[in-house]
């Protein structure tokens, strides 16, 4: 991790706290464009695009003033969206309820399940999977996503 993240989570963090968000994801990275602040937003009620121009003129100030990014840079506000990758406990606790296809590490190798998230707490989560419970500790989990249906 970039080491300017940790300065910058710091700053962002009461503005993102006083809109009543939650802070998902903040990368700092290098792309073929150029530098790239990415910050990911999230709300009970749903993050629309009025949200997200807030937000990113309020950190732009912000960071306009104190410069923990020397160099010119690129700064996108978005929600995590439907196909983002489950990685935390909080990722699932967010979900709860929803459909869910993971792969994990099962005694014999790797598995692949189809479940509805239950319940979820800082190392498990708790599945329905035909009408059967099924645990899977989160340090297991190689890959989440929600199964989208239409």
Do not use: H, W
């Not at 963090?13 to 792309?31: C, F, T, Y």
């Not at 690129?74 to 439907?82: F, N, Q």
């Not at 014999?108 to 059967?132: A, F, N, R, Y």
């Amino acid at each position: 991790m970039d080491p300017r993240t940790d300065r910058i989570k710091a700053l962002i963090s009461p503005i993102i706290d006083d809109l009543g968000l939650e802070l998902v994801e903040l990368a700092l990275r290098n792309e073929q464009e150029g530098l790239t602040l990415r910050v990911l937003i999230y709300q009970e009620e749903g993050v629309n695009i009025d949200l997200c121009a807030r937000v990113s003129r309020e950190i732009s100030r912000l960071l306009e003033v104190e410069d923990p990014i020397t160099s010119a840079y690129k700064l996108e506000v978005s929600s995590p969206g439907l196909t983002r990758p489950l990685t935390t406990s909080r990722d699932f606790m967010r979900n709860q309820g929803k459909k869910v296809k993971i792969k994990f590490a099962g005694r014999q190798g790797p598995l692949t399940s189809i479940g509805i998230i239950q319940k979820v707490d800082d190392e498990k989560v708790l599945l329905t999977v035909e009408g059967e419970e099924l645990a899977v500790n989160l340090t297991d989990i190689y890959k989440a996503k929600l199964v989208i249906e239409f």
